[in-house]
């Protein structure tokens, strides 16, 4: 009697190539699956801080009644609209300012400090600013005042409007540290 064909799928010679197309479509569809996320995760990494607004980056801070008659610093939070790849938040914190008032005019100044990045804090005089961190010391309108304040720079001071009569807006921006001139990131 004679034994029975093997199935013509059971082949030892196709196994191995109907493994390798299988594997090469589960590469394929998971790649494809995949590529969303990836361009999306990208464009976020890329651009973390992407904020609504549509104004060169002003944002209202507060009115001047707000900002003290007597020249002395006050410190501003800043919020505004900003979004990442999946969820735009409405009034988020995205840092922080100090306005004084020279005059008419107000000025504003970044609350990071230009040497390293941490966040700068009002003499107990309120005759200038000094940084917690490694001892820079800034005069009231920013500039170093001890040469050795390690911050290459002044504190960054930023664009004020006065719109509608008393509103303070800021052009806020941030600025990498460690240089001697004011670099926007
Ligand atoms: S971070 Fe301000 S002095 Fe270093």
């Given at each position: 009697?004679?034994?029975?064909?093997?199935?013509?799928?059971?082949?030892?010679?196709?196994?191995?190539?109907?493994?390798?197309?299988?594997?090469?479509?589960?590469?394929?569809?998971?790649?494809?699956?995949?590529?969303p996320?990836?361009?999306?995760?990208?464009v976020?990494?890329?651009?973390?801080?992407?904020?609504?607004?549509?104004?060169?980056?002003m944002?209202?801070?507060?009115?001047?009644?707000?900002?003290?008659?007597?020249g002395?610093?006050?410190?501003f939070?800043?919020?505004?609209?900003?979004?990442?790849?999946?969820?735009?938040?409405?009034?988020?914190?995205?840092?922080?300012?100090?306005?004084?008032?020279?005059?008419?005019?107000?000025?504003?100044?970044?609350?990071?400090?230009?040497?390293?990045?941490?966040?700068?804090?009002?003499?107990?005089?309120?005759?200038?600013?000094?940084?917690?961190?490694?001892?820079?010391?800034?005069?009231?309108?920013?500039?170093?005042?001890?040469p050795?304040?390690?911050?290459?720079?002044?504190?960054?001071?930023?664009?004020?409007?006065?719109?509608?009569?008393?509103?303070?807006?800021?052009?806020?921006?941030?600025?990498?540290?460690?240089?001697?001139?004011?670099?926007?990131?």
């Amino acid at each position: 009697m004679t034994p029975p064909e093997p199935p013509e799928d059971s082949s030892p010679d196709e196994t191995p190539r109907r493994d390798f197309l299988s594997s090469l479509a589960a590469i394929f569809v998971g790649g494809i699956a995949a590529l969303p996320p990836l361009v999306i995760g990208a464009v976020a990494a890329l651009d973390p801080l992407r904020r609504g607004g549509g104004d060169g980056g002003m944002v209202m801070v507060t009115r001047l009644a707000g900002v003290p008659d007597t020249g002395a610093p006050r410190k501003f939070g800043i919020t505004s609209t900003r979004s990442d790849a999946w969820t735009t938040y409405r009034s988020a914190p995205i840092g922080a300012v100090y306005l004084r008032k020279e005059g008419d005019a107000v000025v504003a100044l970044h609350t990071v400090c230009p040497h390293a990045g941490c966040f700068v804090g009002v003499k107990s005089d309120e005759s200038g600013f000094a940084c917690p961190c490694h001892g820079s010391s800034f005069a009231i309108d920013g500039a170093v005042d001890d040469p050795d304040s390690p911050s290459p720079r002044g504190m960054d001071a930023l664009d004020v409007e006065i719109r509608n009569g008393d509103e303070v807006w800021v052009r806020f921006q941030n600025f990498l540290p460690g240089r001697e001139e004011k670099t926007p990131v």
